[in-house]
Structure formats: C-alpha cells, structure tokens
C-alpha cells in the first residue's frame, strides 16, 4: 500500500484544514488507518485513527472536539477534519495504515501500523 498525504499548509489560529490521505496499490478498505505527527524535536505522537468500516474512531486528548477523522473506502481516502486550530498544532502531519484484525479494529500505536506516508506540513500561526 502507498500512501500519500496531502492539504497541509499555513493557517491563522482558529482556523480550519482539511488534509487527505489517497491509498494506491491494494484496496484500503480493509485497512484500519491513523494520523500521527510530528512536531520539531519532538516523538511522532497519535492523533486519530478510524476502523476500516468507517464507524469506529479513536483521538488524542490533544484534538478530541476539534479534529475529525473520516474515511471514503470507496475513494480508497482518508480524511482529517481540523478545526479550531492552535498554535501547538503545527507540525508534520503523516498518515498511516495496517491490515484490520475486525471491522472495530482500531490502532493507536506508531508500532502497529505497517505503512506511511511522507506526511505534510501544517503551520498554525498566532
């Protein structure tokens, strides 16, 4: 599977984003996948991550009622709703994905997931 993130750009605190994620290579759907970022000098950390039925999510503290994660299998897409956006956002944005045990199957851990993508930037301005 091939991922390849994109959307990322610069945007005032308080702003929105919408980043995508296009799967090429095997079909995604059954996949559970996640976003992750990194921030300079800092771990990789999990932001969210969504079931490959579509119905389970999971986030961090950090973006739970701020960010959303969503999934089109038929586009073989994932998508990452940011809204509210804050300074402490900023950082490089990747998406990843591993074969599902279920279709609840959720993943949370940079360890469980088998694919990247190159990630893309996200600049949060104050």
């Known amino acids: 599977v091939q991922l390849q993130a994109s959307g990322g750009g610069l945007v005032q605190a308080g702003g929105s984003l919408r980043l995508s994620c296009a799967a090429s290579g095997r079909t995604a759907s059954s996949y559970v996948m996640g976003w992750f970022r990194q921030a300079p000098g800092k771990e990789r950390e999990f932001v969210a991550t969504?079931?490959?039925?579509?119905?389970?999510?999971a986030y961090a503290d950090s973006v739970k009622g701020r960010f959303t994660i969503s999934r089109d299998n038929a586009e073989n897409t994932v998508y990452l709703q940011m809204n509210s956006l804050k300074p402490e956002d900023t950082a490089v944005y990747y998406c990843a994905a591993r074969l599902a045990y279920s279709g609840s199957y959720l993943a949370t851990t940079t360890n469980e997931y088998d694919y990247w993508g190159q990630g893309t930037l996200v600049t949060v301005s104050s």
């Open positions: 969504v079931s490959w039925s579509g119905i389970n999510t």
